[in-house]
Every structure is written in structure tokens, then in C-alpha cells.
């Protein structure tokens, strides 16, 4: 039996990957892309009919944020998702389902909806509820890294290297960068403490979930003495990590004590978190006022346009740096070809500009 597989492939793509057969199919993310004026997966309304099942690999809207408009076109099967993730997304969906009771993390268990079709997952590294997915499909598998890091020291990661596929859809985000996690995280954080030398409140946004956990374990190591605030939720994220549970590594003792909320932010020169896409409360208040001041900031990832982070950046007040939260060029040569991979395809990747379509 043959499987037909749709995706978008990079960064003008779409994240979603279809997969078909005998008339039967189902998706893996249905995310948006940030920035486009047609920011929607390419999903024709016959392969909408034919979907009996979704997957997610994490919460973030660039692989979850279509899942609205793919109800609106009359999508009512089941959504599966970790707990985490599911907790995670800003909107309400019905028939939910946890991958957790599908089956446990790295065991084997059935899809109801799809006879046949055998789905294991583990812990991708890249946020609280992150996965990777593998399926068996009458004869046929398929690998989806998701969002994949081996080197988090926040989000554990179940290693990729002993899995096996006909297809392999492998995160390549960093295309041909060959910059390597610590060179990466020892720029990040040099730069950081130069900022701050210019300016007395250095502003970080970052994703919602994620990365800002990690990134202030990795200054707070590297730089004891640096002041941190941040907002109402960054401080919620930071309670529920110093709880533990199998999504997260263990952080040092008072971890969640080492931010305070940007209400009492001071005059001394700090590191201010905003986490979420937008700057908000007193310290984006803050911000704001202090644009026209040449305030400064640092992003590690793409900011949403028109955002004040978008304008700073325009502007040279906010500097990029990358944090790898993905695989590095080197990894992914590293699994494609080492591992028992039938076909590799890369996906996110800045290189990549096509939907892909093919039979396997």
C-alpha cells in the first residue's frame, strides 16, 4: 500500500504535513506563518473531509495556530497532543485527546480513528510538551523530529538516534549554520552583559513557552550578579518549573526567586523578560517610553511584524542573536545520514522554499 504525504517545507511553507491513505488521512501540526498575508495551511477541502485525526508536536502558533480555522472548514475528529501542550494553547478545541493516554512516552499505541496506524512518541527538547512523532502505517513509517534540541538544560530530549524510517521529516531550521550550541550560548550571554554596559534596562522577549527559562538558567550561570525582572507570566512559568515533573530537568534550588515582577523594576542595570509576542505591562510600558531614549534589547527568534520589537530591531536598538532551540546543521547531517532513514525531508529551514508532494 502506498502512503501520499503533502507538506510545507521552510520558512514560506506551511507547517503541516499530510498524510494519506486509502482515502483516509490525517495531520500533523496545522500551524500559520507568522508575518504572511496568507498565513494559512494549503489544505484543499477534499483533504479536510478525509482527515480522521491531527497531531501536534507543541503548543507554538507556527504549528498550532490554524487549528481555529481548521475547525471553521469542518474538521470535528480528535486532536492529539501531550498534556502540556494542550494546556498551552489559547484557544478551546473539542475532542481532545492526550498522546499520554494513547500511549506512554516511547511506547507503541493504536489510533482508534485509523486502523492500522501505530504512533510512538518522545520528548523533543524544545518546550514543556514538545514531541517527536513516529508512525507505522500497514508497512510504512514515518519520523517527524518537531522543533528538536539535544542540548536544553531545562526540557529533557529522548534521542532520535535509534529510530528507523522510511521517511524521515527532520527539523533543519538552522539550514546551513554550523555554529554549535555552546558557541551560540557563549555569544549570547558575552553580548548580553556588553549590553548592558550601554544601557540600563536591557529588554528580552521571548516565546511564551520555551526558551526564557533556559536562556535565564544559561546568564544566571554565566553572570551571578546580573538583576532579572519580568512579567506576570514569565514568573507563572518560572513557579510551575521549580515544581519538577518528567518535562523538565531539575533547576537549582529558589530558581523561580531569581526574577522579580517588573513592577518593582529598578534603576540599576537589569535584564527585563516579556514573555508572549507583544511588550506588555509596566515594563512594555516602560519600553515604549524608552524607545526615543535608544533603549536596547536582544531577540532570539523572528518578531512579529509591526511589534515593537520589530521596530527596534529596524531601528539597531535591538540586537539579534540566535539561541538553538533547533538542530544545528551539523546534527542533522549527523542523523540523516547515520540512522536508517529511507528518504530524509528537511523542514523549517530558511533554505527551503516548496510544498512537498510524493508517494511513499
Not at 10 to 17: Q, S
Not at 123 to 133: K, M, Q, T, Y
Not at 325 to 338: F, P, S, T, Y
Request: proline fraction near 7%.
Amino acid at each position: 500500500m502506498e502512503l501520499f504525504i503533502a507538506g510545507g517545507c521552510g520558512e514560506h511553507g506551511r507547517n503541516c504535513f499530510y498524510v494519506e491513505q486509502n482515502s483516509a488521512a490525517f495531520l500533523v501540526d496545522c500551524g500559520l506563518l507568522a508575518g504572511a498575508e496568507d498565513d494559512l495551511p494549503r489544505l484543499n477541502a477534499e483533504q479536510i473531509q478525509k482527515l480522521r485525526a491531527v497531531f501536534l508536536t507543541h503548543s507554538h502558533a507556527d504549528h498550532t495556530g490554524a487549528l481555529p480555522w481548521l475547525a471553521q472548514q469542518g474538521y470535528q475528529g480528535p486532536v492529539y497532543a501531550t498534556l502540556p501542550t494542550l494546556t498551552q494553547l489559547p484557544f478551546s478545541l473539542n475532542h481532545i485527546q492526550t498522546l499520554e493516554s494513547l500511549c506512554p512516552c516511547k511506547g507503541s499505541g493504536s489510533v482508534p480513528e485509523l486502523p492500522g496506524l501505530q504512533v510512538t512518541w518522545g520528548r523533543s527538547g524544545h518546550c514543556a510538551g514538545s514531541v517527536w512523532l513516529r508512525f507505522e502505517w500497514n508497512g510504512k513509517s514515518i519520523l517527524f523530529s518537531g522543533d528538536y534540541a539535544e542540548h536544553s538544560p531545562l526540557y529533557p530530549c529522548d534521542p532520535l538516534r535509534s529510530q528507523t524510517a522510511d521517511l524521515a521529516v527532520l527539523d533543519a531550521a538552522y539550514g546551513s549554520t554550523d555554529a554549535d550550541w555552546n558557541t551560540c550560548v557563549k555569544k549570547l550571554c558575552v553580548e548580553t552583559v556588553q549590553c548592558l554596559k550601554q544601557t540600563q534596562l536591557l529588554f528580552f522577549p521571548v516565546p511564551k513557552y520555551g526558551r526564557g527559562p533556559e536562556i535565564l538558567l544559561l546568564l544566571k550561570r554565566f553572570a551571578p550578579n546580573l538583576k532579572f525582572y519580568g512579567d506576570a507570566h514569565f514568573l507563572r512559568q518560572l513557579q510551575q518549573i521549580q515544581l519538577g515533573g518528567p518535562w523538565l530537568l531539575p533547576v537549582p534550588p529558589h530558581f523561580a526567586d531569581w526574577v522579580q515582577p517588573d513592577a518593582f523594576l529598578s534603576r540599576e542595570k537589569s535584564v527585563v523578560f516579556l514573555s508572549g509576542p507583544q511588550l506588555a505591562g509596566k515594563a512594555g510600558q516602560r519600553a515604549r517610553e524608552m524607545v526615543a531614549h535608544r533603549a536596547h534589547g536582544i531577540m532570539t527568534g523572528t518578531p512579529d511584524a509591526g511589534s515593537l520589537s520589530a521596530e527596534m530591531l529596524k531601528n539597531g536598538q535591538m540586537l539579534f542573536l540566535r539561541y538553538p532551540v533547533h538542530l544545528d546543521a551539523m546534527q542533522c547531517r549527523e542523523l540523516a545520514e547515520k540512522n536508517q532513514f529511507g528518504r530524509v525531508i528537511p523542514y523549517h529551514s530558511p533554505e527551503i522554499d516548496c510544498p512537498c508532494f510524493f508517494l511513499l
